[in-house]
T-cell receptor, first 113, second 111 residues
Framework: DAMVIQNPRYQVTQFGKPVTLSCSQT?????MYWYQQKSSQAPKLLFH???????NEADTPDNFQSRRPNTSFCFLDIRSPGLGDTAMYLC????????????FGPGTRLTVT | KQEVTQIPAALSVPEGENLVLNCSFTDSAIYNLQWFRQDPGKGLTSLLL?????REQTSGRLNASLDKSSGRSTLYIAASQPGDSATYLC??????????FGGGTRLMVKP
């Protein structure tokens, strides 16, 4: 049974055209994360939500925003995608912060043309 | 700032070999360490989670050890199979559940 679901799995968008990626979870976890993984690189944390509290990493570009309307869903909005935003975007959840395991979704592969 | 290094970056072995993947980290003040598997173009599958108070965890043919004081973890894969071919990532959990990932080890197991 899928626990962390990401849609779409593949997305192609044009340079500068806003795009939204979706993540949902059936685990009822308090924390949801968004990571960016560029080709042949390690995943890099963009931001996370603890319940409704949003926490942005210091070096996450302003172009990236996130919304969490309820416990189950979290969205990643890229306002004006650039070619350098082509990457795999991974959503993850954990029950709480600190010692808990993170569960990852299958990812959305975004291509900016 | 936490830095995580994985050695080797790539590994090719014949089927049946036992192998060890290495992960080192610079800041030993961690909550836990996770090992993940990633198939090409796919998301991350969690393999093992070791809490900072633990020395090792086992799941099937996989065994992960943690030496927090020296900043090292190893993932041992017994009797490797072609289906084990993937990239293996270790990630360290510091304050606030922020994972810092290593660069990964690309494993190829040849039939």
């Amino acid at each position: 049974d899928a626990m962390v679901i990401q849609n779409p799995r593949y997305q192609v968008t044009q340079f500068g055209k806003p795009v939204t990626l979706s993540c949902s979870q059936t685990l009822n976890h308090n924390v949801m994360y968004w990571y960016q993984q560029k080709s042949s690189q390690a995943p890099k944390l963009l931001f996370h939500y603890y319940d409704k509290d949003f926490n942005n990493e210091a070096d996450t570009p302003d172009n990236f925003q996130s919304r969490r309307p309820n416990t189950s869903f979290c969205f990643l909005d890229i306002r004006s995608p650039g070619l350098g935003d082509t990457a795999m975007y991974l959503c993850a959840t954990s029950r709480e912060l600190a010692v808990y395991e993170q569960y990852f979704g299958p990812g959305t592969r975004l291509t900016v043309t | 700032k936490q830095e995580v290094t994985q050695i080797p970056a790539a590994l090719s072995v014949p089927e049946g070999e036992n192998l060890v993947l290495n992960c080192s980290f610079t800041d030993s003040a961690i909550y836990n360490l996770q090992w993940f598997r990633q198939d090409p173009g796919k998301g991350l599958t969690s393999l093992l989670l070791i809490q900072s108070s633990q020395r090792e965890q086992t799941s099937g043919r996989l065994n992960a050890s943690l030496d927090k004081s020296s900043g090292r973890s190893t993932l041992y894969i017994a009797a490797s199979q072609p289906g084990d071919s993937a990239t293996y990532l270790c990630a360290v959990n510091n304050a606030g559940n922020m994972l810092t990932f290593g660069g990964g080890t690309r494993l190829m197991v040849k039939p």
